[in-house]
């Protein structure tokens, strides 16, 4: 079974620039995660998706993070402008399952945000 | 509101070693309990969950993690620890009131053994 997949890997961009991350999750799961991740600290949720709809986007902060799932598949998650606090890991997760069931989530690689 | 802590930034153990990494919570509810692993550029891999029944859960690799309720902690163990074991470690809760199936991870546990 494939796992969930993130492009690009890595990313570096300057101040003020635009960005977006991809993420496909594990076939059949209809929920979606987006965390953030600071070095040294833990993963922090960002928005969760149940199909193409948002369950929670309480800590997005939305002035200049979007995110969407359009057709309950893949996800995008964008940030525009982008500042230098946003240098972190971003990390796609899926689930099977309904939103709030305690089902496992499945984490991708990770995409590495570098803000310069 | 729920939140996790764990206490150590880093449990330094030998190889052959029992191995205990420490977590606590709070919860307003019953809670749904996680740990993953991280390994160096790659995305956290789950290891158990408590969800309810036993209080002793057995996960991947040979780690295994009890929960208990009176002191809040859900401790991750290892009779034996391998150097390949060396890695960052999450400890994460759910509220069983939340709506969502919103994880709050702790700050994480580096394991480092050595041989």
């Known amino acids: 079974e494939a796992g969930v997949a993130q492009s690009p890997r890595y990313k570096i961009i300057e101040k003020r620039q635009s960005v977006a991350f991809w993420c496909n999750p594990i076939s059949g799961h209809a929920t979606l995660y987006w965390y953030q991740q600071i070095l040294g600290q833990g993963p922090k949720l960002l928005i969760q998706f149940q199909n193409n709809g948002v369950v929670d986007d309480s800590q997005l902060p939305k002035d200049r993070f979007s995110a969407e799932r359009l057709k309950g598949v893949d996800s995008t998650l964008k940030i525009q402008p982008a500042k230098l606090e946003d240098s972190a890991v971003y990390l796609c997760?899926?689930?099977?399952?309904?939103?709030?069931?305690?089902?496992?989530?499945?984490f991708g690689p990770g995409t590495r945000l570098t803000v310069l | 509101a729920q939140s996790v802590a764990q206490p150590e930034d880093q449990v330094n153990v030998a190889e052959g070693n029992p191995l205990t990494v420490k977590c606590t919570y709070s919860?307003?509810?019953?809670?749904?309990l996680f740990w993953y692993v991280q390994y160096p550029n790659r995305g956290l891999q789950f290891l158990l969950k408590y969800i309810t029944g036993d209080n002793l859960v057995k996960g991947s690799y040979g780690f295994e993690a009890e929960f208990n309720k009176s002191q809040t902690s859900f401790h991750l163990k290892k009779p034996s620890a391998l150097v390949s074991d060396s890695a960052l470690y999450f400890c994460a809760v759910r509220d069983l009131r939340s709506a969502g199936n919103m994880l709050t991870f702790g700050g994480g546990t580096r394991l480092m053994v050595k041989p």
């Open positions: 997760a899926s689930s099977s399952g309904g939103a709030g069931a305690p089902h496992t989530q499945y």
């Open positions: 919860v307003s509810g019953n809670p749904y």
